[in-house]
């Protein structure tokens, strides 16, 4: 299976501040056709998770352009700039290149 | 808008089978899309289980091979999970989500005896 790190665990950010998190793959997430099925969510507590990028840098509708998302291959970044309130909660990557899909262990944004 | 919601016990005894069913509102799930089950367990770890595709086509995680089915009704709209043999490990929260971003509210199934 592929096994995506996800670092930090955890993230104390200041409101206004910035965020990143890395995600990086044990193998290229480069599908055969030449996409790379690599996603961010946010589990806001209490809710179910929220699309927020797909492969890799595509914001879905509706998600501020705080939120972007980057790399290729094997590595990849998720950054929010101007932290705000309604951004805490559990972001995981999610590749769905390779079967069987698999998540990262998560990294808990909180308020410093 | 498309809906998603899980339905099922909440408490399986161990050795039994736990069964969840998901229905769709807003979206006919022969239309398109993998249609999957998700859980999540206590703590923050995330387990794709498997799809059932808009042609019937199934694709489970290697890990559940041997006691997972999902299965579907199409003329309700609605697609379930069975999980057999289930232990306390299988206690979690359980989703069903269609690809992308549309995920149901989640139901937490306890098993215990």
């Known amino acids: 299976d592929v096994v995506l790190t996800q670092t930090p665990v955890s993230l104390l950010i200041s409101l206004g501040g910035q965020a990143s998190i890395s995600c990086r793959s044990s193998q290229s997430l480069v599908h055969s056709n030449g996409n790379t099925y690599l996603h961010w969510y946010l589990q806001k507590p209490g809710q179910s998770p929220q699309l927020l990028i797909y492969q890799v840098s595509n914001r879905f509708s509706g998600i501020p352009d705080r939120f972007s998302g980057s790399g290729s291959g094997t590595d990849f970044t998720l950054k929010i700039s101007r932290v705000e309130p309604e951004d805490l909660g559990v972001y995981y990557c999610?590749?769905?290149?390779?079967?069987?899909?698999?998540f990262g262990a998560g990294t808990k944004l909180e308020l410093k | 808008e498309i809906q998603l919601q899980e339905s099922g016990p909440g408490l399986v005894k161990p050795s039994q089978s736990l069964s969840l069913t998901c229905s769709v509102t807003?979206?006919?799930?022969?239309?398109?899309?993998?249609w999957s089950w998700i859980r999540k367990f206590p703590g923050n770890k995330m387990e794709w289980m498997g799809y059932i595709s808009y042609s019937g086509s199934t694709n489970y995680n290697p890990s559940l091979k041997s006691r997972i089915s999902i299965t579907r009704d199409t003329s309700k709209n609605q697609f379930f999970l069975q999980l057999n043999s289930v232990t306390t490990e299988d206690t979690a929260t359980y989703y069903c989500?269609?690809?992308?971003?549309?995920w149901g509210q989640g139901v937490m199934v306890t098993v215990s005896s």
């Open positions: 807003g979206y006919t799930i022969t239309s398109g899309y993998d």
């Open positions: 999610l590749q769905r290149t390779h079967n069987p899909y698999t």
């Open positions: 989500a269609r690809s992308g971003p549309h």
